[in-house]
């Protein structure tokens, strides 16, 4: 089978013949397409005859080809002969004039003003969904509590599993080497001044008021808020939430009181587990500042008393409720498509951290007013 | 529209050659020793109940699946052993339209079509974008070329979908349950839309489906897969086996009858 090919020429009567031959599929057509276009370009106020007498095979490509060289010109101006007739049933299929045009282009792009108002808008509907969702896990969770046989607690243990059991090793990988990495910057400078052993106050005031409930918070928010959001916008993009809803069930009840529970029980302990281990990563490496194990604990329990380790261990309380809340909303609020899982995810652990670090801020104000 | 028919051509080359295929999932068959072949230009139905392995052999047809064991030879390359170029260029024949639609969710639907023109041609962008509407028009959804596949019902989905399989226009064109979930009109256009495409460009169509109108009104030939015998129970045109076939279960099939009831 040839190739195809493009012949130009003028009858005597003044028509310009284009005789296409060959065989016209995707392939084939690139030059053919421009010269031909080209040629009726050429050919101003003149009819066009395009002449398929020798097309030998023409495929959905070559159809559109000649779709698009009748669409050159008005109606009539251009026309098609010797088509054979299977390849003329082709073309018969179209009408030109409507498959040339786009009949759904793309949205018109907004305008800077339009855009800044749009994100305002959502961002204010964002936080009445966050509010509305607050008062609805509330009263959910308050349902629970007061109703304890309500609870699914073979999925709370599960996801406590999850959340809490299953993050042990990253949780304390990265509270020692966090303990590890203060104590070292600190004490190479404090050294110099023979004040090495003040670090040990300064790990053990850092790691149970600060450092440990928030960055076992951002672990989690990273691990568990996303894997919350994934999985529940899956059961929404698969209308398992829909299947919940129509069987008169709560799907905050059903989904979210599991996970916030899970995440209260886990998150605080997760939290002593880090404030531990970031102290023995203090500790280990004063040792190697000739600070033994016993003064260092000693010099720990002479600077941290209870309120410093309650304010902590306090804050991871209301670092599970957001975590495990956010990411269940987000979830919730899934959409369809591919990308809309993954979406969710993205936007519970960026969401869930700026709140992690908002409240923790507003805790710092609330401890310095309380002299805490 | 009706459609009729078409008339495979008997004395057509074999354009697929399945030889000794066997097939399942973690090394337990679903098939065995399946032999036939699908000639050029015809429309070949695979049939069979739920669970009898259907989908799977269109899977390792397309080489999405390694079969336990045999080939599957398309326009005389097997399929199972290609790898690389020689792969690219098997694929480059064939069409798929899957069962969900498997539309790439972030592309409009005249992006999901342009996609395989953009990979394969070197069409200029307004050409491949006017061939990609065209196929969207051919299959009734000129007017929704910049939606997302989210924003369509699932049927429009499918149809979608099979426009993207005819994007380059390939010799073969396997369809994985085209009319599930289409209204009977849209069901009947896309039948008709199927003989049009194989009498008028000669493409071969391997098409999963237990819609038996369809059947009855695209079909050239079928085979009739069966988990028991994990093989085929019977092969040749729908109609002769709707009002010829002796066996029981293909009679059964053909004729909507239910499993009797235990005594």
Redesign the interface.
Known sequence: MTAADLAISDSPDGRRILSLSGRL???T??RV??EARNAIAAAIGRPVVVDASKVDYC???G???I??LIAQRKPGDVQVANLAP??E??LA??DVR???R??????RRRGTVEELGAITAGVARDLYDQVAFIGESTAALGYALTHPASIRWRDVWRICERVGADALPIVALISFLLGVIIAFQSAVPMRRFGAEIFVADLIGLSMLRELAPLMTAILLAGRSGAAFAAEIGTMTVNQEVDALTTMGLDPVRFLVTPRIIAALLMTPLLTLFADLIGLAGGAITLASFSIPYVTFVHEVEGIVDYSDFMAGFVKSFVFAILIAGIGCLRGLQT??????VGDAATRAVVSGIVLLVAVDGIFAVIYYVLDI | MTAEPSTGDAAAPAIIQVRDLGVGYAGVPLLEHLEFDVRRGEIFVILGGSGSGKSTLLKAMIGLLEPLSGSVLIDGEDMVTASGDARRAILRKIGVMYQSGAL???M?LIENVRLP?EE?????AS?I???A???L??VGL?????????EISGGMQKRAAIARA?A??PMILFLDEPSAGLDPITSAELDALIV?LS???GVTFVVVTHELASIFAIADRVIMLDRRTKGIAAEGDPRKLRDESKDPWVHQFFNREPEPLPA
Not at chain 2, 120 to 124: I, M, N, P
Request: glycine share 8%; net charge negative.
């Open positions: 599929d995707a392939t057509i690139r397409w421009a495929d959905g490509a159809i559109a080809l779709v698009d299977r390849f049933t082709m299929q179209f409507e498959v040339e786009d009949q759904d282009p793309p949205p959409t369809a498509g591919a990308s809309a | 790439f969710g972030s409009t023109l394969y041609t070197d069409l200029a050409e974008d006017l061939i509407r065209m196929k028009w051919l000129g007017l929704f070329t910049g939606h997302l596949p989210s005819m380059l226009d049009r009498r008028n460009l």
